[in-house]
């Protein structure tokens, strides 16, 4: 199983697109607070539709508990500062993807945690072209993984 892992997510409709991918693509969802949203809040559910309640969804107050939880684990940091392309990794079973705040990404401290594991995603060189939407960006990632993965217990 897939881990997405979503680092103060501010835009509910965000996070609700991407719980609704994760809930199909059987993978489970990781939400570091503190989060711009409050969790019952109606453009979430509406966004992840009738798959809210079903996801596997997994909530930490701070990154700190994230990491006391999962520091053995390998994350696999998104980040448009990375060098490494994502479609050049090699996804495992189990590995947790994290994707940073929409406005702001990840601090410093975190990039320097997993230097080693960071990815992008190719786009094209403009200062107006910052990122993808994080949706968007979860998705791409996520159905990568899938694939490599031979698409397990998916039809």
């Not at 680092?7 to 059987?26: D, E, H, K, L, W």
């Not at 539709?49 to 079903?54: D, E, K």
């Not at 401290?109 to 968007?136: G, K, Q």
Request: glycine share 6%.
């Amino acid at each position: 199983m897939l881990n997405i892992v979503l680092y103060q997510p501010r835009i509910p409709q965000n996070t609700g697109n991407i719980a609704r991918s994760c809930f199909v693509t059987g993978s489970r969802l990781h939400l570091i607070g503190p989060m711009g949203f409050c969790i019952d809040e109606a453009k979430l559910r509406r966004a992840g539709l009738t798959y809210w309640h079903q996801t596997d969804i997994t909530l930490y107050e701070s990154f700190e508990v994230f990491y006391e939880q999962h520091k053995s684990d390998r994350v696999i940091l998104m980040t448009s500062h990375a060098e490494q392309l994502y479609s050049d990794v090699h996804f495992a079973e189990n590995d947790y993807i994290l994707f940073g705040r929409e406005d702001a990404g990840v601090p410093e401290r975190i990039h320097d945690l997993f230097w080693n594991t960071r990815m992008r995603i190719p786009m094209i060189p403009s200062e107006e072209a910052r990122c993808f939407n994080l949706a968007t960006s979860a998705g791409i990632v996520l159905m990568e993984a899938q694939r490599q993965l031979g698409f397990p217990g998916l039809s």
